[in-house]
């Protein structure tokens, strides 16, 4: 028989310490997306790492925004938006989609290959995957928005190794396709 052990209690309440909180999800690993919506100069986007998918009949998925976010407002008014998941090359746009370059609204989408989706949507040449969305549902609580997606278009790209975030940082998760096809010793014909 199994012996289970409870965690220790924290030692205050979870709302009264919000750098816990914060800290104990960054022991969460979490595939890297960068959410983008909005047209020409009007566009924008942030990097996040809770997307989740919601149902598959239809295709649906939902992500948390922080309601003070500069995204939300252009959210608001396009009603779609992209869901772009990263290789692990492509830490720079995750970088810049987070502002950590200071770069805000149109300039995220610099140095990078972008087209659009059924929707408009801005998405990512050479994501891991992406998904074009038409916004369902937005649910405010607290502070952040519950975003729900209904998925109009996916669009599959290589097989590489994913960007995760985990313990503050990103990180590498499996093979890209040259380190595979070394390792296995294969030739490219």
């Not at 890297?32 to 149902?55: C, K, M, N, P, Q």
Request: hydrophobic share 40%; net charge neutral; aromatic share 8%.
């Amino acid at each position: 028989m199994a012996v289970i052990t409870p965690l220790p209690k924290a030692i205050r309440p979870v709302h009264d310490d919000v750098a816990t909180f914060r800290a104990a999800f960054r022991h969460r690993a979490g595939g890297v997306s960068v959410i983008t919506t909005g047209y020409g100069e009007d566009r924008t986007g942030l990097t996040a790492t809770s997307v989740s998918s919601l149902s598959a009949e239809p295709p649906t998925i939902f992500f948390g925004l922080n309601l003070s976010s500069s995204s939300y407002p252009v959210l608001q008014r396009h009603r779609s938006f992209g869901v772009n998941f990263l290789s692990a090359t492509q830490k720079q746009v995750a970088d810049r989609f987070a502002g950590r370059g200071g770069e805000k609204g149109a300039a995220r989408y610099a140095d990078a290959d972008w087209t659009s989706g059924v929707s408009g949507a801005p998405l990512l040449l050479g994501a891991l995957a992406s998904l074009d969305c038409e916004v369902e549902e937005i649910i405010e609580r607290h502070s952040h928005a519950i975003i729900i997606g209904r998925v109009r278009e996916v669009r599959l790209g290589r097989d590489d190794a994913a960007l995760v975030y985990w313990r503050g940082d990103y990180e590498r998760l499996g093979w890209m396709i040259e380190e595979a096809t070394t390792a296995l010793g294969l030739r490219a014909y």
